[in-house]
């Protein structure tokens, strides 16, 4: 495919080849972008945003509500897409372009929704005679860069909120999965977005994303990816508003009184989905001593049961990672746990991109496959003696971005929520949950700021204060 800069699909010598994660086939290429393509897209960029501070809220809104039939129209061909791309399992894609929809259709509905409000400035001394009210407005020209694992939904919550809240974006895809940000693109501009209200420009994060964030004329970024890129991004981005949604190593926290079947279904739903490849993965259960061995004999069926290998079969539940280096590490890392007094129940195996969804038992705190982010296939069990070292084993982390708890005590879950700390908590369910509309973000080294189509439009727009004076 082509990228699309200053209003044109433009094309460039040198390609990146987009690879399907399962066998390492070409599946399509896209442009090699360099600094002055950045250059070039920021300068039309800054023109849509003229263009689109001044276009009224419901075409806004209107072209949004366009682009949600179209995504609809071209669901299979979307989700087909995402597969061969990212490798998730087809019915995984198809779910996550729904979400889309979803996603954008809300921010149609926030672009309606941009409001200010009136300040009673005769309360302030000497204030009488005054009116003051706020104007929200857009910040101009938005940076989205966004990661592998959800090509198009994530995309989705950085580019519909920008144009519901009236800006220009500049949207820099991950470089292994270019395409569906691209066939987002194609679709906006069929819905009537002016082609200078968004750029596409696909190149590498070192190179492209770099020269994005360092620009002045952007004056929002709102990025996803890992914690390491989203600090460098912060260093290099100076004066202008962040957003980040960043890494986690997701506890379920599991206590005698939980419901043990419904505990191993929520572990298998929220560790293995997009073969682990999920910022909420559930990726440490600690349960209590005296559920800790039920709980690994009621998990274990259910993850044998679990088939690995092409995505687009049906009877596939995970599919390859990635890149053939995400699935070494992942399986050095379960090793390592090994070697240091770990045990794995089921799975531990890999060929090629395919790890086996692995169960490890007797994971202590300080091994990697604990306290690092894995993004991976493998969920490690920790025991505790009680609710509170539960609760510090779930903190003791530099991340907080999900966390759950199963019980069936209201105290105890709400303890559970006011102590952990994480930006969304579940009980009973795992941490591996999301509905678009949600604020969405995580504390700690997880994140700043929130997600989620009105909580982002809020992170995209800047606050006006106006007052009117001699009103006696
Ligand atoms: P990543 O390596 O951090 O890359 C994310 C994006 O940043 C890519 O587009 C990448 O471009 C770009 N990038 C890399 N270096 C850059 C730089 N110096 N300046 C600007 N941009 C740069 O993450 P990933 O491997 O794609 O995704 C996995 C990570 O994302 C995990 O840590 C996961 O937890 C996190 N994530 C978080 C959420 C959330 O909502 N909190 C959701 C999904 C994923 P290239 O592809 O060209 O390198």
Redesign the pocket.
């Known amino acids: 495919m082509k990228m699309f800069v200053r209003g044109q699909w433009v094309d460039k010598p040198q390609r990146i080849e987009v690879k399907n994660p399962l066998d390492g086939s070409i599946v399509d290429t896209v442009p090699r972008a360099d600094a002055g393509d950045v250059d070039e897209a920021i300068a039309g960029a800054v023109e849509g945003a003229e263009i689109m501070r001044r276009m009224p809220a419901f075409e806004r809104s209107q072209i949004l509500r366009r682009a949600v039939g179209l995504i609809n129209q071209r669901q299979e061909e979307l989700a087909e897409t995402i597969t061969r791309e990212e490798g998730k399992i087809l019915a995984e894609a198809r779910f996550e372009v729904s979400r889309a929809a979803e996603t954008i259709d809300l921010s149609a509905d926030e672009a309606k929704r941009i409001t200010g409000e009136v300040l009673p400035l005769d309360a302030a001394p000497g204030g009488s005679g005054r009116l003051g009210f706020t104007l929200r407005v857009p910040c101009g020209v938005v940076a989205a860069?966004?990661?592998?694992?959800?090509p198009l939904n994530?995309v989705s919550?950085k580019v519909g909120p920008a144009i519901a809240a009236g800006n220009a974006v500049v949207l820099?895809?991950?470089?292994?999965?270019p395409l569906s940000a691209l066939k987002l693109v194609e679709i906006l501009l069929e819905a009537g977005l002016p082609p200078l209200a968004i750029a596409c420009v696909t190149?590498?994060?070192?190179e492209?994303?770099?020269a994005?964030?360092s620009d002045h004329r952007v004056r929002k970024i709102s990025?996803?990816?890992?914690?390491?890129?989203?600090e460098?991004?912060a260093k290099?981005a100076g004066l202008k508003r962040v957003t980040?949604?960043?890494?986690?190593n997701s506890p379920l926290v599991v206590l005698p009184d939980a419901d043990l079947e419904k505990v191993a279904r929520a572990t298998v739903a929220t560790a293995f989905a997009n073969a682990g490849?999920?910022?909420?993965s559930t990726q440490r259960v600690i349960a209590l001593d005296a559920v800790y061995e039920p709980l690994l004999e009621a998990v274990r069926p259910l993850v044998e049961k679990m088939s690995v290998g092409d995505p687009f079969d049906e009877k596939t539940r995970v599919g390859p990672m990635?890149r053939p280096a995400?699935a070494e590490r992942v399986a050095r890392w379960i090793d390592d746990a090994v070697k240091q007094g770990a045990r794995v129940v089921v799975g531990g195996h890999r060929k090629g991109t395919l790890v086996e969804p692995t169960l490890v038992a007797d994971v202590k705190p300080e091994m990697r496959i604990s306290c690092d982010?894995l993004?991976g296939p493998a969920v490690g069990v920790t025991r505790a003696a009680s609710l509170d070292e539960a609760i510090h084993l779930a903190n003791d982390s530099r991340y907080g971005?999900s966390a759950a708890v199963f019980t069936e005590r209201l105290d105890t879950a709400m303890q559970f929520a006011r102590e952990v700390q994480s930006g969304n908590i579940h009980i009973n369910w795992g941490p591996q949950w999301r509905a678009d509309l949600m604020p969405?973000?995580?504390l700690k080294q997880?994140?700043l700021g929130k997600?989620g189509p009105k909580y982002a439009v809020q992170e995209m727009t800047e606050t006006k204060m106006v007052v009117i004076h001699g009103l006696e």
């Open positions: 860069i966004t990661p592998f694992n959800f994530l919550h820099k895809p991950a470089s292994d999965t190149g590498s994060g070192g492209v994303g770099r994005l964030c990025f996803t990816g890992s914690r390491d890129v989203g460098a991004i290099t980040m949604e960043l890494g986690s490849q999920v910022c909420i990635i995400d982010e993004f971005l969405y973000g995580g997880s994140g997600e």
